[in-house]
Nanobody, 119 residues
């Protein structure tokens, strides 16, 4: 099973950009589909994006479509989330998660990284 560690969060002004990284340990990273989720204070965790291995094409929540881009580098065992044109409502703890190919549930999670967007 892989272990996941996120990085790249921080404080940014509205309109700015951040790139989150999620480094996976283990040699089976390519056997996992990857996704990014977020949870804002007082709200439920929501799916933000999934990579192509999750279903043949990338998925983005409507709220981030056109602004966020998910990508992965299997050689580096890393998945990224590029976030542009950030808005205060993007403020949340962002988590990466892994799901075995063919599985139904994202069952491996990172510890999360805080993203705060100031207005």
């Amino acid at each position: 099973q892989v272990q996941l560690v996120e990085s790249g969060g921080g404080l940014v002004q509205a309109g700015g950009s951040l790139r989150l990284s999620c480094a996976a340990s283990g040699r089976t990273f390519s056997s996992y589909a990857m996704g990014w989720f977020r949870q804002a204070p007082g709200k439920e965790r929501e799916l933000v994006a999934t990579d192509r291995r999750s279903g043949g094409s990338t998925y983005y929540a409507d709220s981030v479509k056109g602004r966020f881009t998910i990508s992965r580098d299997n050689a580096k065992n890393t998945v990224y989330l590029r976030m542009n044109s950030l808005k205060p409502e993007d403020t949340a703890v962002y988590y990466c998660a892994a799901r075995m190919l063919g599985g139904q549930v994202y069952d491996v999670w990172g510890q999360g990284t805080q993203v705060t967007v100031s207005s």
